[in-house]
């Protein structure tokens, strides 16, 4: 799957400059770990048999928004792009969602 960034500065999460979207380093490299987890999966179904990334389709929403767990507080919220071979998963947003 290849991951895109809706915001060009969430991709500063893959760079050194990460420090500079004010998360903690615990949830940098965490989210590190989780963008590596997507990127090698082929499609949705990986993603969501793989139970430790827990994922999951968020609940009536129209936008087809998914989220992966970083932390107890934290979490990647992304959308995916399924028309293209392989899939877009366009990260929308990194943080506390809550």
């Not at 990647?76 to 998963?89: H, N, Q, R």
Request: charged share 35%; with cysteine.
């Amino acid at each position: 799957m290849k991951i895109e960034f809706r915001d060009k500065r969430l991709a500063l999460i893959r760079t050194e400059r990460a420090n500079e979207l004010r998360l903690p380093f615990a949830v940098i490299r965490s989210c590190r770990a989780k963008l590596v987890a997507i990127e090698s999966a082929p499609d949705e179904r990986t993603l969501r048999n793989w139970k430790s990334l827990n994922y999951k389709k968020l609940e009536n929403d129209k936008e087809g928004r998914r989220q992966i767990r970083i932390n107890d507080q934290f979490r990647i919220v992304f959308t995916l792009e399924e028309t293209t071979s392989p899939p877009i998963g366009v990260i929308l947003e990194i943080g506390d969602t809550h």
